[in-house]
Structures are given as C-alpha cells and as structure tokens.
Nanobody, 116 residues
Framework: QVQLVESGGGLVQPGGSLRLSCAAS????????MRWYRQAPGKERELVAG????????MYADFVKGRFTISRDNAKNTVYLQMNNLAPQDTAVYYC?????????WGQGTQVTVSS
C-alpha cells in the first residue's frame, strides 16, 4: 500500500518559516525522485521544488529560489521542504509527489496559510 503523508503545515506570519515533511511507505523510497507542488484556491497546481532519488540534484521554481530548500533522508523515508521568508502568496495546499519509471503517487496535502 503506497502512502505519502504530509505534515508541518499551519498558520504563520509573513516573514516566518515552516518545515514540511512527507513520510513515505509502501514502496522503495530511495528509488524515487520527489517533488513538492502547491495549489491555491482557484489556481492551477504548480511545481515548487524537486529532488533526485539520491538527493544530490535539486530544482526550484523561480518564485521560491533563495527561500525554500528541498531535502530528503532516505534512511527515514522522508522528504522535507524548508520554507523561509514566507509571504501571503505562498498560501496554498502543499503536496508531495513521488515518481519513477512506470509509477507516480500523490500525498493528501497539507495546508499552509501565511497571514497577519
């Protein structure tokens, strides 16, 4: 049974920080590249960041470069998204996504709200 469970979302003030976690089970985590996406109400889901299966290669959307960091701990079957200097436009449901040849899976999402 493949599962991706996000956690760490919540309410934070502008300029604050959050760390999201995505715990994986039911598949060989170390074989999968991972991504974080987000979706705000009324908007399309957008790619935020990605990391290779071994964690040596990362990519970021332009709107989060310098603020967000994706990382993974294959021993813990977990991928993280460290979010710093958050702004109201970062408010969205954040989803983790696992993919490899012939397989892809989505988590259920975790809500991030940035507001004064």
């Amino acid at each position: 049974q493949v599962q991706l469970v996000e956690s760490g979302g919540g309410l934070v003030q502008p300029g604050g920080s959050l760390r999201l976690s995505c715990a994986a089970s039911g598949f060989t985590f170390s074989s999968y590249a991972m991504r974080w996406y987000r979706q705000a109400p009324g908007k399309e889901r957008e790619l935020v960041a990605g990391i290779s299966s071994g964690g040596r290669s990362t990519m970021y959307a332009d709107f989060v470069k310098g603020r967000f960091t994706i990382s993974r701990d294959n021993a813990k079957n977990t991928v993280y998204l460290q979010m710093n200097n958050l702004a109201p436009q970062d408010t969205a449901v954040y989803y983790c996504y696992a993919f490899w040849v012939g397989s892809y899976n989505w988590g259920q999402g975790t809500q991030v709200t940035v507001s004064s």
